[in-house]
Each structure stands twice: as structure tokens, then as C-alpha cells.
């Protein structure tokens, strides 16, 4: 069956730097494009950004020039680089993958950006 875990959260300073990891299972990765979205307290979940199959990248305006989203589908991975990171981007962060129109997530890791 479908997996994916997210993991790599924790507390981070304004400023600071974290790399998150989606591990995916129960379907050929390198064939499908890869989410990662995020929910922060009281708000509603908001797509971070995209990568294809191919490799291409799609990020949100919020995240634009500080996070990168990249997978290696030798290890089944995409990862989400987050940099330059501020409060308000304290979520958690999950990873989705769609897949004949069923969309399947993980269970999420949490990011606080807090000093």
C-alpha cells in the first residue's frame, strides 16, 4: 500500500535552516509528482510546492526563494529545503502524493520557528 513519512521537523530559530524528508513506499516514486503542503494552527492546509517526475519545481509565493523541493528517486525521497525560515511559517508539514486521482498523505512533521 501507499506510504509516505515525512520526518526532520523540530525547532528552529528565525533565520535558520531545516531540510525536511518525505520516504515514500507501495508505488513506482520516480513515476509521479510529489506535494509538500503545510498547516498552521486555526488555518487551512496550504500547498508549499511541486516537483514532477521530471524534476520540476513549482513553489508557492510565501516560500519562493527560501525553500527547495528536490527527491532522489534512487532512495525514494523528496525532500523540502527550507531556509531563511520566519514565525509564521511554523506548520505541520506533510507530504501527498496523487495517484489515479486518490490522493494519499503522510502523517506529517512538525516545524516551530520560534527564538
Known amino acids: 500500500q501507499v506510504q509516505l513519512v515525512e520526518s526532520g521537523g523540530g525547532l528552529v530559530q528565525p533565520g535558520g535552516s531545516l531540510r525536511l524528508s518525505c520516504a515514500a513506499s507501495?508505488?513506482?516514486?520516480?513515476?509521479?509528482?510529489m506535494h509538500w503542503y503545510r498547516q498552521a494552527p486555526g488555518k487551512e492546509r496550504e500547498l508549499v510546492g511541486f516537483i514532477s517526475s521530471g524534476g520540476n519545481t513549482v513553489d508557492a509565493d510565501s516560500v519562493k526563494g527560501r525553500f527547495t523541493i528536490s527527491r532522489d528517486n534512487a532512495k525514494n525521497t523528496v525532500y523540502l529545503q527550507m531556509s531563511s525560515l520566519k514565525r509564521e511559517d511554523t506548520a505541520v508539514y506533510y507530504c501527498?502524493?496523487?495517484?489515479?486521482?486518490?490522493?494519499?498523505w503522510g502523517q506529517g512533521t512538525q516545524v516551530t520557528v520560534s527564538s
Open positions: 501527498k502524493v496523487r495517484i489515479n486521482r486518490n490522493d494519499y
Open positions: 507501495g508505488f513506482t516514486f520516480s513515476s509521479y509528482g
